[in-house]
């Protein structure tokens, strides 16, 4: 414990601190009422050094109380040696008993607080004109920042508090480094930044919230590589907001960060190319969070791998997927899913050469697998196309049972009497030569030979033709109707060989699809591990 004699003559608010502190007062002392500026008059000022006799507990005839040092209003004048790190307030690996409250308080110079302990720190409305060192900080409670005006980087790397590091409402401006506040490594139960203007980067990496990350309203602007708010590898267990106007000039980064919930607004999100989401994972979207694919690929797809000479991150897209299937939104989910697949599979043709004819093949087979079964993704479609092939099929046929172009299947139907003779008019005459004879024909004026034959007795009994049945029966390889069995274009005529190549596309069209869809249900066609 310093003695009070070896600072000489006391200045004015020192002497009057002094006064207060012997009286017996516990509670804040007011050097002025409202925040001094640089240049107020020596009535207004303590000297560090002084202060820190007094944070360290005081003189033997001036002692601190048990709740610590706490004054309000003050410039605090730098009077340290020359040529040290600081010559402002400097407790670099002290131990505080109690709290150290400076409220409203002009530093002109660093406040050095590397490795101290003490139960709270309060820096509340104060002007920190060369920032703040507090590496390794050990905080029983918080460190509370609010309003503060910082000029020069805050630093709080690996602080550990056991309460909050709250800036609400702080305005920080970056030095040379271009770091406004760093507090990688913290520790603390929340980090309440809400209303914070940053100019310059916020750096939060590696910290470990026992809370939430509170960013609603605040200003981030970037520093010169353009990074605004970096929270990569952060352990978040409550909730980060990004809500109510907050802005983020510059780059968000969230990589391999864990976060509880998610609170954010669109109008908050970074500008495209500046969300970095890869490896992130988080439990949920809450409040008026959207929840909506459309949205949600919209913020997805403010990421820029190519900044980062990256190809494409399935990742956050199958972690957005993850949450909104959890949530109860699985259509949503599914069509999150579909865009990865879309993105990920032009970004591995995009590794070929483009005259390579690999690449054409994945171009074409990729585009098949979206129009019909969205990747796997949907598989259902396959059945939708199915069906509209159905009712194309069921009206070739149609058009080719109608014009005549279609015979039966059986080499002993096409060679019997009652066929052959409807091959030509009843007032005709010709030589068939399975009867050995001349014969009159029996198809009637205009009649086509299908129509003749399904008349006759004989026609009657062989099954009819059914163009739908027919669709059906040819297009869906794992239903047997029979039909094909009896029926087949006659490809003698135009459109009985136009529809003789239609039937090849159409038969190849249903085992296509249905192979499709079962693949899709398996899983065989979706890129998850690719």
Not at 35 to 50: Q, T, V, Y
Request: proline letters at 5%; aromatic letters at 8%; one cysteine or more.
């Amino acid at each position: 414990m310093s003695d009070l004699a070896g600072f000489g003559e006391l200045w004015p608010a020192e002497q009057r601190l002094v006064a207060w502190l012997q009286a017996g007062n516990r509670e804040a002392f007011v050097v002025s009422p409202a925040l001094p500026g640089p240049d107020a008059p020596r009535e207004a000022r303590l000297r560090a050094s002084f202060l820190r006799a007094l944070a360290l507990g005081g003189f033997e005839d001036c002692k601190v109380s048990e709740k610590g040092l706490r004054v309000w209003g003050a410039v605090i004048e730098g009077d340290g040696p020359e040529g040290a790190e600081t010559r402002g307030l400097d407790l670099e690996g002290c131990t505080l008993a109690g709290d150290l409250g400076l409220f409203h308080c002009h530093f002109a110079d660093m406040v050095l607080l590397r490795g101290a302990r003490l139960q709270s720190l309060f820096l509340n409305g104060s002007v920190l004109a060369q920032g703040l060192g507090g590496d390794g900080l050990e905080a029983r409670g918080g460190v509370f920042l609010r309003g503060v005006k910082a000029t020069g980087e805050v630093r709080l790397l690996g602080a550990k508090l056991g309460g909050d590091l709250d800036c609400t409402g702080a305005q920080f401006t970056a030095g040379e480094g271009g770091e406004a506040l760093n507090a990688d490594g913290i520790e603390a139960r929340r980090a309440l930044l809400s209303s914070v203007k940053a100019k310059g980067e916020v750096r939060l990496l590696g910290a470990k919230l026992g809370g939430d990350l509170d960013c609603s309203a605040a200003e981030f602007s970037a520093s010169k590589d353009g990074r605004a708010l970096t929270v990569q590898g952060a352990q978040i267990t409550g909730v980060f907001f990004l809500r109510e106007g907050a802005k983020v000039k510059g780059r968000l980064d969230l990589t391999a960060a864990e976060i509880g919930i998610i609170v954010d607004d669109p109008a908050c999100w970074p500008g495209p190319g500046n969300l970095v989401l890869d490896r992130c994972r988080y439990g949920a979207f809450t409040g008026k969070a959207p929840v909506d694919a459309k949205t949600r690929l919209r913020w997805l797809a403010l990421q820029d791998p190519a900044r980062f000479k990256q190809e494409f991150w399935p990742q956050p897209y199958e972690e957005c997927a993850r949450v909104l299937r959890e949530m109860g939104h699985q259509g949503d989910a599914r069509k999150i899913l579909i865009e990865k697949e879309r993105l990920q599979r032009r970004a591995r043709r995009a590794r070929i050469n483009r005259f390579h004819p690999k690449r054409w093949a994945y171009l074409v087979a990729d585009a098949l697998l979206a129009i019909t079964v969205r990747y796997g993704r949907e598989p259902l479609w396959a059945f939708a196309w199915l069906a509209g092939i159905l009712l194309i099929g069921w009206g070739a046929f149609g058009y080719a049972a109608s014009a005549g172009a279609i015979k039966p299947n059986l080499p002993q139907i096409q060679r019997a009497p009652e066929w052959v003779l409807c091959g030509f008019a009843s007032d005709a005459r010709r030589h068939v030569p399975s009867l050995g004879r001349i014969v009159s024909g029996r198809a009637a004026p205009g009649e086509t030979q299908l129509a003749c034959f399904q008349r006759q007795p004989e026609g009657r009994a062989y099954p009819r033709f059914s163009a739908f049945v027919y669709s059906a029966d040819t297009l869906i390889p794992v239903v047997a109707l029979e039909m094909q069995s009896y029926w087949i274009p006659d490809d003698s005529s135009a459109r009985g060989a136009a529809a003789r190549v239609y039937l090849w596309l159409h038969i190849a069209a249903g085992w296509g699809l249905t192979l499709l869809a079962v693949a899709g249900f398996s899983g065989l066609i979706k890129m998850d591990s690719k």
